[in-house]
Every structure is written in structure tokens, then in C-alpha cells.
């Protein structure tokens, strides 16, 4: 019958191995009796007559259940209860006491216990009590796993967003570019051309600048085509469309206007120097 408790223990318990139970009271005879109502449980028992040894065995070990006198010589069951709580939050305490006043009880509950219960002890009441407290432990243990689980798929699907909106914004604006550019050159397109110089008309009267417009034609282009081809000819326009933006300024806009026309828009504050290095 014990090992079928062993067994059912462990399969309640997901395959881990026997949960432990640490029982702490300072009368052997009381902890006599646990052991002998609790033996055939499945439970890994683990018993100590002072709150100071449970406290050791508390720092080293995993208890689910810790059953524990309320006044002892040393640490109460109170100080065991807090501790507990702050450095082993998910196991369950159940506090005994041999002179229980309403206070104890409430003052203990609020502190967290499980359960209590009084001396002498019931054995089948302590049975019970250890039971639902070990299954208030079980089901604690894997919602917290099931939140830490959720926790990370929400970090992953968090990252993903992070990701596809990086994405979505580099892809916006690669076609944001591709649709004031022109194909063959890369240089701004003739709607583009438009837009920008309007504005920077509108700026140069805002502020009393002066700006200038400069229209390139590639002469004979016609001639040249029919002579060495279209795939040459797209290349002497690719070759000038690199020409014009390698020695033009930062701020200056180079555009293909259409076919083998190109236009320069060149912003110029006013000052003698600046226009003649344009010029």
C-alpha cells in the first residue's frame, strides 16, 4: 500500500519524485504521530524538534508543506511562517497549537498559513489538511509555471511586433524612396523635382535667399542611341546622373527631368563666396 501511495504521489506530483513535507515541534511524541499518519501518504517526510533546525532545513531544501508548532522555545511558528513567505512563497504552512485562542488563528491565516489545527492532534483531520494543502501547493506551482510560460510567449510575440514593425517601417520607407527616384539613374524624379522646387522657391521668398535652377541636354543623345544602342545609351545617362551628384553640394537637388534632361535646383543664402563657388 505504501509504495502505491509513492506511486500515486509521484504521478500527482507530474513525475517529479515524492514532494516533501517537514514537520517541526519540539514534543517527539507529537512528531511520532505524524509520522505515523503521514508515512503512507507518498510524502518525503522530514522531521526536526526546533524552529531554528527547520530553518536550516528550509534554506537547503523544497518543502511543499511545512507543519509547524506555533510556540516553540526558540522560533516560533509565526517567525517560521513569515519566513516562509517572504523565501518560499508557494509552500503551505499549517500551524499546530496546543492552546488555540481565536487571535492565533487569525493573527496566523492572515500571515499566510494554509490551515491550522490543534492538540492533540486528529490524525485523519491532519491527513486531510496536509492533503488539500499539498494540492493548494501543486496547483499554485504550475500556475506559476503556466504564467511564466505565458509570460514568455507574450515576450516572443512582443519581440515579433518589434520586429514586423521595424520591418514594415524599413519597407515604407525603401518605397517611400523608390517612388521619388528615378529607376535607371537613381537620381529624384521629375515629380520630386517639382515638389522640391516649389519649396524652395517658397523658402528663398520666406527669407530673402536666392536660388538657382540649372537645366542639362545631353546633345545628339538621339544620334548616340541609334549609333551604340539603348543598353549604352542608358549607361552614358547612369555615367552623368554619377557625375552631376559627386560634384554637386549636400544641399543641392539633382534630378532627371526626362529622357536625357537633368535639372540641378542650388539654394544659395546670398553671400558673394557661396555664389561664385556654384557658379
Excluded: C
Excluded at 95 to 122: C, E, H, M, N, Q
Excluded at 147 to 153: Q, S
Amino acid at each position: 500500500d505504501s509504495a502505491v501511495a509513492q506511486l500515486d504521489a509521484r504521478a500527482q506530483n507530474g513525475g517529479r519524485g515524492r514532494l516533501s513535507v517537514l514537520a517541526v515541534d519540539d514534543d517527539a511524541s507529537v512528531l511520532r504521530l505524524m509520522e505515523s499518519a503521514l508515512r503512507d501518504l507518498g510524502y518525503q517526510l522530514v522531521l526536526v524538534r526546533s524552529g531554528t533546525e527547520a530553518l536550516a532545513e528550509l534554506r537547503t531544501g523544497d518543502f511543499a508543506v511545512v507543519i509547524t508548532d506555533l510556540a516553540m522555545g526558540d522560533v516560533g511558528g509565526l517567525e517560521l511562517l513569515n519566513w516562509v513567505k517572504q523565501h518560499r512563497p508557494n509552500t503551505q504552512v499549517v500551524l499546530v497549537t496546543g492552546r488555540a485562542s481565536l487571535d492565533s488563528v487569525i493573527a496566523a491565516l492572515r500571515g499566510g498559513a494554509a490551515d491550522y489545527l490543534t492538540k492533540p492532534v486528529d490524525v485523519d483531520r491532519l491527513a486531510t489538511v496536509v492533503r488539500n494543502a499539498v494540492s493548494r501547493y501543486q496547483l499554485e506551482r504550475e500556475n506559476r509555471e503556466l504564467v511564466e510560460k505565458l509570460e514568455e510567449h507574450q515576450r516572443f510575440l512582443q519581440q515579433r511586433i518589434r520586429e514586423a514593425t521595424h520591418d514594415l517601417a524599413e519597407a515604407n520607407k525603401r518605397l517611400a524612396e523608390l517612388a521619388i527616384r528615378d529607376g535607371l539613374t537613381n537620381l529624384y524624379n521629375h515629380r520630386h523635382f517639382q515638389e522640391r522646387l516649389d519649396e524652395e522657391l517658397k523658402r528663398a521668398r520666406r527669407y530673402g535667399r536666392r536660388v538657382s535652377l540649372m537645366m542639362l541636354d545631353l546633345d545628339h543623345f538621339k544620334r548616340f542611341n541609334d549609333t551604340y544602342g539603348h543598353q549604352e545609351g542608358n549607361e552614358a545617362l547612369r555615367t552623368v546622373a554619377e557625375l552631376l551628384t559627386i560634384h554637386v553640394r549636400e544641399v543641392d537637388i539633382v534630378a532627371r527631368y526626362g529622357g536625357e534632361e537633368f535639372a540641378v535646383i542650388l539654394p544659395i543664402k546670398g553671400e558673394a563666396s557661396e555664389i561664385s563657388a556654384v557658379s
